[in-house]
């Protein structure tokens, strides 16, 4: 009977390591992607919890202000053009569609892809890129720069 609780208890340890350690190893995983890429991991993980928040709790003043302008948008198939955050702001309902704010209700931190153009949200409903400041582009904070869903 011992012999059988020593792998079974095996298999518990494991399976607690699977659920509790692979979210700091991919938000690890995610840090590094980014560093490596994009820049300051710590700048892009700022603005992706404050978006997040921003946009799950309605707080639409704060989620226009994390926006690239001019923002370009597709939803449904249908273009505009943002050249402002009152732009922005007036049209909020029409552009953070329930599908936009699920898509990112429902994203990870551990779970984002990143490559050379930014950091993905959902299936690519929202981007989060680093927006140069100068001709130089010495500094390139990150912000919210598109915003597409096909419904």
Do not use: H
Not at 95 to 104: D, H, K, L, N, R
Not at 112 to 121: A, D, P, Q, R
Request: proline share 3%; hydrophobic share 45%; aromatic share 8%.
């Amino acid at each position: 009977m011992s012999r059988l609780l020593i792998p079974f208890a095996s298999v518990l340890i494991a399976a607690t390591l699977l659920i509790s350690g692979p979210s700091r190893a991919d938000e690890a995983s995610v840090d590094q992607q980014i560093e490596t890429l994009l820049g300051d991991a710590a700048d892009y993980k700022e603005l992706f919890y404050a978006f997040k928040v921003a946009l799950e709790e309605g707080k639409s003043d704060i989620v226009v202000s994390l926006v690239n302008y001019p923002l370009a948008v597709t939803i449904g198939g249908e273009e505009a053009t943002y050249g402002s955050e009152q732009e922005l702001l007036d049209a909020y309902d029409s552009v953070f569609t329930e599908a936009i704010v699920e898509a990112v209700s429902n994203q990870e931190y551990g779970d984002l892809f990143v490559n050379s153009e930014g950091v993905m949200i959902g299936n690519g409903e929202v981007w989060i890129s680093g927006i140069c400041e100068d001709s130089a582009c010495t500094s390139a904070p990150p912000r919210v720069a598109v915003i597409q869903s096909g419904s």
